[in-house]
């Protein structure tokens, strides 16, 4: 049985096992990994025909812990108790919910002191006692001598019954529960994207500008979240982006390239030399960098949405992007082309749909390229393939349920 302190508005967890209010999905499911001994069942449950529609959620069932991610942001949004006999809860040091202590009113009243009357939830059918980022639910009890027509629910007895679930949650009530920032505990040590535009001109794309957010010193000398935006452009070297954007998560050298047989044939009869392109893999960023073997330049970028139902997912952080797109067509019929009048721009982001951006820049006659992913351990994907589209300079792979799993960007040769 998990041993965990309840801080109202911020987190509910120990020493070795907190949740905090904020913190993304994947340091979550980072936290579950570690306590495997302690934690043996975890469900991830969504929608999977449209998983921004409701939120994402990791279910300890066998500790009655319910972990609940806003959908877009993929931050915990809400840590929900749903079995108060599974888990022993204390706060500032005392017990309140344990085999030998009852999660009563009276003990809530003991523990947490005096608070507004509770309200009664219809759509639950229980009352909801609501302290500051904290809230306890009770079963109704029905007046048994109301009429058929109108029931009476009343609030239980003080020691009659129990706890049935308890909420942390920021803000005054569990209704308004809202998404915080990433929080300074939270960092780590690490480097995080709170937002990244694509830099475009004439449709063709050259560079991208992160907005990071990271731990340092002000001018107090006192840790903050500072937050600064950087710029990295096709051709920029290894150690321009280093100095830009710190040591990768993870470099990954690319060992054969099984898209050639697309390439024309004087491609493919080329002698491949021992070198070898690499990518640098910014997992908080949700970004790849793509490096010539040759050049050591940077010649691609690999945006990630992160979402439930994909082969990566949980491999990166959401990269919460902004493409302007606009749309091209022929000059007096010729095979040149030109920009299409401005009032039309299109911004695509880690939200849209497949379905508005393939009318807009395609058209419905377009057809993909399949992309089925698998691993030499495991030679199956339970997901499923994707399809991947082309168009000007990015590549849109886009999962079967519409949503977009990433964008590449690549440098068009002069």
Same mark, same amino acid.
């Given at each position: 049985?998990l041993?965990?302190?309840?801080?109202p508005?911020?987190?509910?967890g120990?020493d070795n096992c907190?949740?905090?209010?904020?913190m993304?999905?994947?340091q979550a499911?980072?936290?579950l990994?570690k306590q495997?001994?302690?934690v043996?069942v975890?469900d991830v449950?969504?929608?999977?025909n449209d998983p921004?529609?409701a939120?994402?959620v990791?279910?300890?069932?066998?500790d009655g812990?319910?972990l609940?991610f806003?959908s877009?942001s993929q931050?915990l949004?809400?840590?929900?108790?749903?079995?108060?006999g599974?888990?022993?809860?204390?706060?500032?040091?005392v017990v309140?919910c344990?085999?030998?202590?009852?999660p009563?009113r009276?003990?809530?009243d003991?523990?947490f002191?005096?608070?507004?009357?509770?309200?009664?939830d219809n759509?639950q059918?229980s009352f909801i006692?609501s302290f500051?980022?904290?809230?306890?639910s009770f079963?109704?009890?029905?007046?048994?001598?109301?009429?058929a027509?109108?029931?009476?629910?009343?609030?239980?007895?003080?020691?009659s019954?129990?706890?049935?679930?308890?909420s942390?949650?920021?803000?005054s009530?569990?209704?308004e529960?809202k998404?915080?920032?990433?929080p300074?505990?939270?960092y780590n040590?690490g480097?995080?994207?709170?937002s990244l535009?694509v830099l475009?001109?004439?449709s063709r794309?050259?560079? @991208? *500008?992160?907005? +990071?957010m990271?731990? &340092?010193?002000?001018?107090?000398?006192?840790?903050s979240k500072?937050?600064e935006? !950087?710029?990295i452009?096709f051709?920029?070297? @290894? *150690?321009?982006? +280093?100095s830009?954007? &710190?040591?990768?998560g993870?470099i990954?050298?690319?060992?054969?390239d099984?898209m !050639?047989i697309?390439?024309?044939?004087?491609q493919q009869?080329r002698?491949?030399t021992n070198?070898?392109?690499?990518?640098?893999?910014y997992?908080?960023?949700?970004?790849?960098?793509?490096?010539?073997a040759?050049?050591q330049?940077?010649k691609?970028f690999?945006?990630?949405?992160?979402?439930p139902g994909h082969?990566?997912?949980?491999?990166?952080?959401?990269c919460?992007?902004?493409i302007?797109?606009?749309k091209?067509?022929p000059?007096?019929?010729g095979?040149?082309?030109s920009?299409?009048?401005?009032?039309?721009?299109m911004t695509?982001?880690a939200f849209?749909?497949?379905?508005?951006i393939?009318?807009?820049?395609?058209?419905p006659?377009?057809?993909?390229?399949v992309l089925n992913?698998?691993?030499s351990?495991?030679?199956?994907n339970?997901f499923?393939?994707t399809?991947?589209y082309?168009?000007?300079d990015?590549?849109?792979?886009?999962?079967?349920?519409?949503h977009?799993?990433s964008?590449?960007?690549y440098?068009?040769k002069?």
């Open positions: 049985m041993d965990l302190e309840v801080v508005e911020r987190s509910l120990c907190e949740f905090k209010l904020g993304p999905f994947m499911v980072q936290i990994q495997c001994r302690n043996s975890v449950n969504y929608v999977e921004l529609s939120d994402l990791l279910k300890l069932t066998n812990i319910r609940i806003d877009q931050r949004k809400i840590i929900e108790v749903f079995d108060m599974k888990v022993k809860l204390k706060y500032a040091g309140f344990s085999p030998e202590i009852s009563t009276s003990q809530i003991l523990s002191g005096a608070t507004r009357p509770p309200e009664f759509s059918q006692l500051r980022g904290l809230s306890f079963p109704a009890v029905v007046n048994k001598s109301a009429s027509e109108r029931t009476n629910p009343q609030f239980p007895n003080l020691n019954v129990l706890v049935s679930k308890m942390v949650f920021s803000g009530c569990l209704s529960a998404v915080i920032e990433l300074f505990h939270c040590g480097v995080y994207s709170h535009d475009r001109e004439d794309t050259f560079g @991208v *500008q992160v907005h +990071l990271f731990e &340092g010193i002000d001018s107090s000398t006192s840790p500072l937050k935006a !950087k710029t452009c051709g920029n070297t @290894v *150690q321009d982006v +280093l830009l954007l &710190g040591a990768p993870k990954f050298y690319k060992a054969e099984k !050639k697309h390439a024309p044939p004087e009869l002698q491949s070198r070898s392109d690499y990518f640098f893999n997992f908080t960023l949700g970004l790849d960098i793509l490096f010539d040759v050049t330049r940077a691609k690999v945006l990630h949405t992160n979402y082969y990566d997912f949980n491999i990166y952080y959401r919460m992007f902004k302007p797109l606009t091209s067509t000059v007096d019929g095979s040149q082309t920009l299409l009048d401005q009032t039309e721009p695509v982001t849209s749909k497949w379905d508005e393939h009318t807009y820049i395609l058209g006659e377009s057809r993909p390229i992913r698998i691993s351990v495991n030679a199956t339970p499923g393939p399809y991947c082309g168009y000007q990015m590549i849109f792979e886009v999962m079967p349920n519409g977009i799993a964008i590449t960007l440098q068009i002069e």
